[in-house]
């Protein structure tokens, strides 16, 4: 009878499984060199930069990198005001970082709340809940943004308050769906045999079985945060000028983009990076945190 035969110890499908986790966790290393990457700079931003990322500095202006024929004084190049676009960089990471850190948990909390309490208590409340999150979805987030610009001024609050209107909903809309499914379980018909209440079998029972798809959404926020807060600053609606900002460092790039492309392409190259990044973590954790895909490796 034919039987597997074990190469150092191991069966040979034991081998593979661990080969094949092996390159999954492999994956993850490139992107979350990337990501850490980002925190750093945005936390150190200060000690890392080598000039004050708004020092205008006219005789040095549009200075091309190290490698392109440049100075290590300036390694990647100045803008059109002669501003250290290395440094500049630096503090763009910080800005995001910022706007990741409070939007996206922030997003995530507004939706899963408002998602737990429309799948779980349906009727008039689930529905008046869900026409709450129609409204927001047929807003034309940009003009919203020029309006909220217009009367306020642009500013990162502002910035910060639109992204949180502009994503929470998608949190909402998937974890009513889940709740949806799992109130009809046999664990939380238990629970209420029990004399559980709604706000206890929320969350001793719903909100753990809801953590998966909460991580995974929020995972793949984060590019769409970013990329969300530089189409703003680029637009002139986001941060204030003279903030250091990827997307107000493109807009400020396009005036000299026929003399100079270091200007627009390296902070255009940075969202394109971290963006691919939050894509490719939010990938690896669905595929790691749900159960079906987990199955059939």
Same mark, same amino acid.
């Given at each position: 009878m034919a039987q597997?035969? *074990?190469?150092?110890?191991? *069966?040979?499908?034991?081998?593979?499984?661990?080969?094949?986790?092996?390159?999954?966790?492999l994956a993850l290393s490139f992107p979350g060199a990337i990501a850490l990457t980002l925190v750093i700079t945005g936390v150190f931003a200060d000690l890392l930069a080598t000039h004050d990322p708004n020092f205008i500095d006219l005789a040095a202006r549009l200075q091309p990198p190290v490698f392109d024929g440049g100075s290590w004084a300036h390694p990647l190049g100045t803008d059109s005001l002669g501003r250290d676009i290395y440094s500049r960089l630096l503090h763009g990471a910080r800005i995001s970082l910022i706007v990741v850190v409070i939007v996206v948990p922030g997003a995530a909390l507004i939706g899963t709340l408002v998602g737990m309490l429309s799948g779980w208590m349906g009727g008039l409340v689930g529905q008046v809940l869900m026409r709450i999150v129609d409204v927001q979805l047929a807003l034309p987030s940009i003009l919203f943004a020029v309006l909220m610009a217009s009367v306020f001024g642009p500013s990162l609050r502002n910035v910060i308050l639109i992204l949180l209107i502009w994503t929470w909903s998608a949190y909402a809309r998937l974890v009513r769906a889940d709740v949806l499914s799992l109130k009809e379980r046999d664990f939380v018909t238990a629970s209420r045999s029990v004399g559980g209440n709604g706000w206890w079998i929320m969350r001793k029972h719903l909100l753990p079985n809801l953590v998966n798809t909460i991580v995974i959404v929020m995972t793949l926020e984060i590019a769409i945060v970013i990329l969300a807060e530089a189409a703003l600053s680029f637009l002139g609606v986001?941060?204030?000028?003279?903030?250091?900002?990827?997307?107000? @460092?493109?807009?400020?790039?396009?005036?000299? @983009?026929?003399? *100079?492309?270091?200007?627009?392409?390296?902070?255009?190259? *940075?969202?394109?990076?971290?963006?691919?990044?939050?894509?490719? @973590?939010?990938?690896?954790?669905?595929?790691?945190?749900?159960?079906?895909?987990?199955?059939?490796?």
């Amino acid at each position: 009878m034919a039987q597997d035969v *074990a190469v150092g110890g191991v *069966a040979p499908l034991e081998r593979r499984r661990r080969g094949i986790r092996w390159r999954r966790w492999l994956a993850l290393s490139f992107p979350g060199a990337i990501a850490l990457t980002l925190v750093i700079t945005g936390v150190f931003a200060d000690l890392l930069a080598t000039h004050d990322p708004n020092f205008i500095d006219l005789a040095a202006r549009l200075q091309p990198p190290v490698f392109d024929g440049g100075s290590w004084a300036h390694p990647l190049g100045t803008d059109s005001l002669g501003r250290d676009i290395y440094s500049r960089l630096l503090h763009g990471a910080r800005i995001s970082l910022i706007v990741v850190v409070i939007v996206v948990p922030g997003a995530a909390l507004i939706g899963t709340l408002v998602g737990m309490l429309s799948g779980w208590m349906g009727g008039l409340v689930g529905q008046v809940l869900m026409r709450i999150v129609d409204v927001q979805l047929a807003l034309p987030s940009i003009l919203f943004a020029v309006l909220m610009a217009s009367v306020f001024g642009p500013s990162l609050r502002n910035v910060i308050l639109i992204l949180l209107i502009w994503t929470w909903s998608a949190y909402a809309r998937l974890v009513r769906a889940d709740v949806l499914s799992l109130k009809e379980r046999d664990f939380v018909t238990a629970s209420r045999s029990v004399g559980g209440n709604g706000w206890w079998i929320m969350r001793k029972h719903l909100l753990p079985n809801l953590v998966n798809t909460i991580v995974i959404v929020m995972t793949l926020e984060i590019a769409i945060v970013i990329l969300a807060e530089a189409a703003l600053s680029f637009l002139g609606v986001g941060v204030p000028p003279g903030t250091s900002s990827w997307g107000r @460092m493109i807009t400020d790039g396009r005036e000299v @983009m026929n003399r *100079a492309w270091w200007p627009i392409w390296l902070p255009g190259l *940075a969202l394109l990076i971290v963006s691919l990044t939050g894509n490719l @973590m939010g990938d690896w954790l669905r595929d790691e945190l749900d159960p079906r895909l987990r199955n059939l490796r």
